[in-house]
């Protein structure tokens, strides 16, 4: 079985905002902007729907309006809340995340770990760490967020590695790694800006 992980540079205080906002121009917004996808996901767990699941629009309204949320159905919340994620923010290039199989991430944290970069993990993007007023999804999708606090101290340590110490970690997972630095160097160029993390 193969996994992804989708990552977006997004304003994270913003998109835990929308959460209870109610904010009308925003629901029409997304569902505008993403009415062929928002369909696509419809179509893709159509089972799950007619079984009682939330539409995935109608999710994206429960999360905007706060509520009232089907505690049986969290996963269709997390989609909703990266729906909005996607909306404020600009999804990054996960080429060396998506598809990937068995335990990449935690060799990629083991690299991490190996350079002494202790900041983040992508481990972080595998567990339900949604904000609390969401309910948890009883599988996937796993959600993390990085902070701008995390960002910044992890790009410290990265800089502060010698062309050695990087030539000693195998290269596959050193270019997954450089990859996370682009992620983070985006999020630093907008002050307030964090990455957040959808694992399925």
Known sequence: MSYSLSVYVVELDRVRAA????????????????????AHADDWFAEEIANGAPARYDAVRAVIDGGPFDQGYGFQYA???QTICQFYGRFLDNRYFSPFRGSWLEQVDEGLAELG???????DFVYHALPAALPEPEELP????????????ALVQWESTTPKQREEVDHEVLAAIESCMEWIREAQARPGWGIAGFFV
Request: proline letters at 2%.
């Open 19 to 38: 959460i209870g906002s109610r904010d009308d121009k925003l629901r029409r917004m997304i569902g505008g902007r993403f009415k062929a996808q928002l």
């Open 79 to 81: 989609y909703a809340y």
């Open 117 to 123: 970069i202790k900041a983040i993990s992508l481990a």
């Open 142 to 153: 796993g959600y993390g967020e990085w902070t701008p606090e995390q960002c910044a101290e």
